[in-house]
């Protein structure tokens, strides 16, 4: 995997008092990533998303709260740490998607393991069956008194 | 009354254009007037008679909400 720190300390924003954008590289913020970051601060700021060139997505993030220009750091902020989660989130996704189709691939289609929990099963009922023909469960303790 | 129209365009590799749809249905009883126009890269909305300030921005939020959200639906996550 690539270092993402080093990737991610380009990220700026720009602010014109009102409210901050984000030049993103679609290439290392991929629009998943952007999404899911959107998604968590649609409650606090109205977000908008244009596409200033064919591989980079402009987020623009206006505060529904009046603020100030601290107001707006934080904000952006917020949202830049929001989107560094996001980003980890989609790559360690990508890179383990394999990995997870493999485990259920085996859970679906794994015969053998079936195999042995029914033997095993079928073990027990026999093994009952044998020193107890009506079934009646003997505590642990009586049958090794007993 | 500050702004009585806006026109937004919506990029349609970030925004879906059935979810500036149900935005447009969402938000037409609180203004005059929204109209749709699509084209190959954007959806267009004009949007005229708004009484509220900031009601374009929601408008815009509320397409991006559904826009995430019905995407995530379609990958088979939930949002």
Redesign the interface.
Known sequence: MTDITQELEELTYSTDGRRVSFTLDEAIYP?DAV??A??LF?DRA??????PADDR?EVRL?PKEESDKAGLEKLAGEYANELLNQVVRVRVGESTAQIREYYMAKAFFADSNQTSIDALLAELDAEELEEDPLEISVPWEDAGNG | MAETSARIAFHRSLYLPEAVRVAAEAYGPYVESIELVDTDIETIAEIKGMDREGLDDAFANHALFETVVRTRAALGGSA
Do not use: M, S
């Open positions: 629009r999404y899911g959107a998604y649609v109205f977000v908008f998303l244009t596409r997505i206006k």
